[in-house]
């Protein structure tokens, strides 16, 4: 079975982590919620969720890929964090998944993973991706590699079409 870690913190976009959490487990693959700690985190619109574990406890190695939802403070926070930039630079590193959408394109940024590769992202980060070395491309989806990127949650069916595809299901 396939593992994904999803990383999010407070301030999440719901349906950017809801859906991909829920189409993971409909095909088989088990989602993990990580977090900056271990008490529950509340998305945009109020929804409280409990993370399995902190991003200080897990290993890159032990999962098959990673989601990144967007919302705007969650990705704020998320870029911030050390071991959060480092966990989605290794898992790009090994090639495994990488996934985001909206404006998680941030932590993509500022993880170091976005030069030179094509992807988008919400349009009120357009230019912070571009100025990265994106080769932004407005579109619902778009994959490069292992890198698969959204711009907002009426894109996730074709984003999640996309991740399952990639990971060969």
């Known amino acids: ?19 991909p959490f829920y189409r993971l487990k409909e095909a088989g693959i088990q989602g993990e919620l990580i977090s900056l700690g271990k008490r529950p985190i509340e998305g945009k619109y109020g929804y409280v969720m409990k993370p399995s574990f902190k991003i200080d406890d897990v290993n890159a190695t032990d999962y098959d890929g990673v989601i990144i939802p967007g919302g705007t403070k969650n ?3 998320l870029r911030r964090n050390k071991n959060v930039l480092e966990f989605v630079n ?13 404006h998680a394109g941030w932590v993509l940024i500022s993880s170091k993973v976005i030069k030179g590769r094509k992807a988008t992202s919400y349009y009120a980060i357009k230019d912070d991706m571009i100025n990265a ?4 491309e407005d579109k ?7 890198l698969i990127t959204s711009r907002m949650p009426d894109d996730l069916p074709d984003f999640m079409k996309a991740v399952l595809q990639y990971l060969k299901l």
Not at 1 to 19: H, N, P, Q, R, V
Not at 133 to 136: C, N, S, V, Y
């Open 140 to 146: 619902s989806v778009v994959v490069d590699g292992n």
């Open 90 to 102: 290794e898992m790009d590193e090994q090639k495994k998944l990488v996934g985001a959408v909206c």
């Open 133 to 136: 070395g994106a080769k932004f």
């Open 1 to 19: 079975m396939s593992k994904i870690a999803i990383i999010a913190t407070d301030g999440f976009e719901e349906a950017e982590l809801i859906y």
């Open 75 to 77: 990705p704020d926070y």
